[in-house]
């Protein structure tokens, strides 16, 4: 367990890539008071763990076969980005609809709640070489247990870099930094479609 | 509104300009020809005589005139295209082509360019090194005398840096000036904050891949300066961006709507040049009781810097980047070039004139390196 | 106290004024000031890393350079070494290196400089692929990906 804290420890400032990118600015966006944003960022978090458990079991219980399949994972990873950018976007959009717009669906789908939910699906889908290091070790340990424990280490490991997050709402000038935090979202909510439509063709971006 | 409002015109006399400008005119003649102009190459004296003199005409007029913008146009949107000239003569000449080969990358020679800044803060803070492949010193256009002469002119202007230094910033100007009309409009200024959600985005790629992200994926000064050489999809890819951003925000959007949208919605130095406006003395001021409300200004600013809640509560934003537009197109000299501290409607005619003595010799001295390299070409196409 | 505001503005306009003066003839000055900050360095990740071994050989030399795994905190897992040959490089470049200094081969690199083709055999599995591979003003220059 150890080697996978100081794996999430060291590929932390990775997963602030993931998911800082969209969750920084989603917090600046949203930013209602530091309450709001602990209550965001547990979310986030758990949404992680929760994932990261079923990512444990399920390494576990495939091993090898399909996670070790590259096309498998580029095309499964390509398709949960896109979806997944899709909706950022949307939300970003959708913050700043009048509420005369026509795309009414638009701010139905955007269930405030479920935003964090959403990022740290993305996030905890990331894919990122460690997590596939991870993936690949839980895949081919014996016990569950093991693979749990795996996991439970790259969660606590990774997590550490979004402590201080919740600092983020005691900016003064709220309105300007969440007009900046919607348009970054909507940025990131781009650069995951390119990310995901990399994957998908195969190619690799940032390495 | 009360028509009796003291509004000094900021003309001067002949005699009072000459004057004026006769300061600037000696010490760009020590700072652009060192001091001892060397005659033995006709065309290089030539260039550097006429470079000379325009600007010092150019300086005069804004004085005789009393106008800025017109003038500081004319010097800064020459100094765009001359420093893409001199840039692209350069690759044209070292490397036979306008693009940039893995090797220049690999043996760190690419020269640097103020836009680098903004992702360069996080990783020195870090890593304590520089993200970018260029030189620390000596080479042509390395990374210490560029980050000094940004740091100097952003302490010194604020965002002015980008009316009155930047060597892009002239492209959008130009070409938002070629039409007399704007085709569009309404443009909400809600987008003016981009550059502060590309600045976050960019900061924080960079800092995490130790690239500098938007010079290999967006910068679409790429495309007048130099780009990587296309070897494959990636850097075809990169290219397309390159060139539809130039085009984009560059050429159309603002003939379309005499803006500079570029400068407006994309840069992100220009989003951490406008923070720096909160310490320069220079601004620019309204003066509310002179004020009748017309929104002549807002119509003009190529910056989206002022909207009519600005206007009335007699407050320049943040964006402005003090290209003199907007006062010279009050016809109440109710906004006006301004020192913080000094009450907005005062001390008008001193304001201008110290910060147009200091912006201009910036842009002049800055600028003339590139301008003289043109004319000289020209010279010598023709000798 | 208006007056003192007054007074502070124009004393910061005036020393930006000075500022300014001193700007262009001392840019030299203050620009090698400058590149003596400790930041003043270009991150390994693109320079290559210093020299690790030098190997001289008949007509050129072949410079393996210290392993890059540098990220913005820490080390990453994955990352590179960067050979150079300078000299006078043969038409076909063929070398084994051995990055690690391990007294192991650890792949097999071998360059077509006409065609520009690389092909890399790795013979440890940290070695990934083939990064860049391109001429330079020196020779030549290749980084291979390889993994901590
Ligand atoms: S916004 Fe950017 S490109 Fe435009 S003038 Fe300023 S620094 Fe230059
Ligand atoms: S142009 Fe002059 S008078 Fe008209 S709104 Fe602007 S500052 Fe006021
Ligand atoms: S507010 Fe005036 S000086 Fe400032 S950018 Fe706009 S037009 Fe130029």
Redesign the interface.
């Known amino acids: 367990m150890l080697d996978t804290f100081i794996l999430g420890l060291?590929?932390g400032?990775?997963c602030?890539?993931t998911c800082?990118?969209v969750f920084?600015?989603y917090l600046m966006a949203g930013s209602a008071g530091t309450r709001k944003i602990i209550s965001d960022l547990s979310f986030f978090l758990m949404t992680r763990l929760i994932v990261y458990f079923l990512l444990a079991t399920l390494a576990w219980y495939f091993g090898k076969t399909i996670f070790t399949s590259a096309i498998f994972r580029n095309y499964i990873s390509g398709i949960l980005y896109i979806l997944f950018a899709v909706m950022l976007i949307w939300y970003s959009v959708g913050r700043?609809r009048k509420p005369d717009c026509p795309a009414k669906i638009v701010t139905t789908v955007n269930n405030k709640k479920l935003v964090p939910v959403f990022l740290g699906v993305v996030n905890s889908l990331g894919f990122c070489?460690?997590l596939l290091?991870i993936l690949t070790k839980s895949a081919t340990q014996g016990t569950i247990t093991q693979s749990y424990l795996a996991f439970l280490g790259f969660f606590a490991g990774s997590s550490l870099y979004f402590l201080p997050l919740p600092l983020a709402g005691r900016f003064r000038k709220k309105k300007?930094f969440e007009?900046?935090?919607t348009?970054?979202t909507?940025?990131?909510g781009i650069?995951f479609i390119i990310k995901g439509f990399t994957n998908l063709i195969g190619?690799i971006i940032?390495? | 509104m009360d028509e009796t409002v003291n509004n000094p015109s900021m003309k001067k006399s002949f005699g009072k300009s000459l004057l004026y400008a006769l300061p600037m005119f000696l010490i760009t003649f020590v700072f652009i020809t060192g001091g001892k102009p060397d005659f033995s190459d006709p065309a290089g004296t030539l260039a550097i005589l006429a470079t000379f003199l325009g600007m010092n005409i150019l300086y005069f007029l804004m004085h005789y005139t009393g106008k800025t913008d017109k003038f500081r146009a004319i010097i800064f949107i020459v100094f765009a295209l001359s420093l893409s000239f001199t840039l692209i003569r350069n690759m044209l000449e070292i490397r036979h082509s306008m693009s940039f080969s893995q090797a220049d990358i690999v043996e760190c020679k690419i020269p640097f360019c103020h836009l680098v800044i903004p992702m360069m803060i996080l990783p020195a803070a870090f890593t304590k090194s520089i993200i970018f492949p260029g030189t620390i010193l000596g080479g042509f256009a390395n990374i210490s005398s560029m980050a000094v002469l940004w740091l100097v002119a952003t302490l010194v202007l604020g965002r002015g840096f980008c009316s009155w230094g930047c060597f892009y910033g002239g492209w959008d100007d130009g070409f938002s000036r070629l039409r007399k009309k704007p085709v569009i409009k309404k443009i909400s200024d809600y987008w003016r904050w981009m550059p502060f959600a590309v600045l976050l985005m960019v900061a924080i790629t960079a800092a995490l891949s130790l690239t500098p992200t938007y010079c290999s994926w967006i910068c679409p000064f790429k495309a007048v300066t130099e780009f990587e050489q296309v070897t494959g999809m990636e850097s075809a890819a990169k290219a397309g961006v390159f060139i539809s951003l130039f085009l984009g925000l560059v050429v159309i959007l603002p003939v379309l709507t005499r803006k500079r949208t570029q400068c407006s919605f994309l840069c992100p130095l220009g989003a951490m040049n406008s923070l720096s406006n909160k310490i320069t003395p220079f601004t620019v001021k309204i003066d509310k009781k002179a004020c009748n409300e017309c929104f002549k200004c807002v119509d003009v600013c190529p910056l989206f810097a002022l909207t009519p809640e600005d206007v009335k509560n007699g407050k320049v934003s943040i964006f402005c980047s003090k290209c003199g537009k907007c006062v010279d197109a009050c016809s109440r000299k109710a906004i006006h070039y301004g020192i913080k501290g000094i009450p907005a409607g005062s001390m008008k005619k001193f304001s201008r004139n110290i910060f147009l003595f200091v912006s201009f010799l910036f842009i002049a001295v800055f600028s003339s390196g590139a301008i003289i390299t043109v004319i000289k070409s020209i010279f010598n196409l023709f000798i | 106290m208006k007056k003192i505001k007054i007074a502070a503005g124009i004393f910061w306009a005036i020393l930006c004024l000075l500022l300014i003066l001193v700007l262009f003839p001392g840019l030299n000055n203050f620009s090698s000031g400058i590149s003596r900050f400790p930041f003043m360095k270009i991150n390994p990740n693109l320079t290559g890393g210093e020299a690790a071994e030098q190997i001289v050989m008949k007509s050129c030399t072949l410079v393996v350079r210290k392993p890059v795994f540098d990220g913005l905190i820490g080390e990453r897992k994955q990352g590179f070494v960067q050979i150079d040959w300078r000299g006078n490089l043969p038409e076909i470049i063929s070398d084994t290196i051995d990055y690690d200094l391990d007294k192991k081969p650890d792949f097999v690199i071998r360059i077509g400089r006409s065609e520009s083709s690389t092909v890399l055999k790795p013979l440890n599995p940290k070695v990934r692929k083939v990064g860049i591979s391109t001429p330079t003003s020196y020779g030549w220059s290749a980084r291979i990906k390889i993994e901590k």
């Open positions: 060291s590929s400032s990775t602030l890539l800082g990118m920084f600015p700043n070489p460690a290091l300007v007009t900046v935090g348009l970054a909507g940025l990131a650069i190619g940032n390495g």
